[in-house]
């Protein structure tokens, strides 16, 4: 699995592909950051946060992820290397694993540097630090959770077809209504009480609390089910071609 994963991080990195992932996030969220004047300027606001950076994140996650991982299972089928890696000594599980990890390693790697807005925000800060840690990095773990989620899906999606573009105009549609849907759904009033329900399905209101700081066991059994789900729909995906 260790090489499995060593070798979908080289692909990555010795690509175009990683470094446009990496590039494009960085340049907009630090362009619509600092520098266009928007909503989530930083310096138009005047408030000592990074709010604006997590909600154009989550955007920017929307595109950005599922164009990582609509290589992951559709490239090895198109290429006729599928057959020649599940019969490689690992099991289906460490496999997806593997390639599930090196994406969100390469989404780590894409983070990591913005915690220099962090540092810039909390110098920029009248009186210095004047800035909510807590939820700042709050907001950075349900971001990481967040990727992950919209990974497992991109993979699962990956394991169905083996056109890469078909891959990704299924997928971010998918993350878009797994992420919104439900908002929209529960800003209809007359379902009353089961909108709420409806609400608590959708990805963006367990996001939400994490943002805040709040780092309740309930949202993190959440995504975690989430990933885990389709993580385990990609294994049936890859076992039902040895049917």
Not at 159 to 187: D, R
Request: charged share 10%; with cysteine; net charge neutral.
């Amino acid at each position: 699995m260790y090489s499995l994963y060593i070798k979908e991080i080289k692909t990555y990195l010795s690509s175009l592909l990683g470094y446009i992932f990496i590039g494009v996030f960085l340049i907009v969220t630090g362009l619509f950051l600092w520098i266009f004047p928007n909503i989530n300027n930083v310096l138009s606001t005047g408030i000592a946060d990074l709010e604006g950076f997590f909600s154009l994140s989550k955007f920017l996650f929307l595109f950005l992820v599922p164009a990582i991982t609509m290589r992951s299972f559709a490239e090895e089928r198109k290429q006729g290397t599928m057959e020649l890696l599940l019969t490689k000594p690992i099991s289906d599980t460490q496999i997806i694993l593997a390639k599930f990890f090196s994406s969100l390693t390469l989404l780590i790697i894409a983070i990591l540097p913005t915690l220099i807005y962090v540092i810039s925000v909390y110098y920029l800060g009248k009186p210095i630090g004047n800035i909510d840690l807590g939820s700042t990095f709050g907001s950075y773990i349900g971001l990481l959770f967040l990727g992950a989620t919209f990974i497992s899906i991109g993979i699962f999606i990956s394991s169905l077809t083996s056109n890469q573009i078909v891959a990704f105009i299924l997928t971010a549609p998918i993350c878009f209504i797994l992420h919104f849907g439900f908002e929209f759904i529960y800003s209809f009033e007359s379902l009353g009480a089961f909108g709420y329900y409806l609400k608590t399905i959708g990805i963006d209101h367990h996001y939400a609390i994490i943002s805040k700081g709040v780092i309740d066991s309930r949202d993190l059994i959440y995504f975690c089910s989430v990933i885990f789900i389709f993580l385990f729909s990609t294994r049936i995906s890859l076992l039902s071609r040895k049917w």
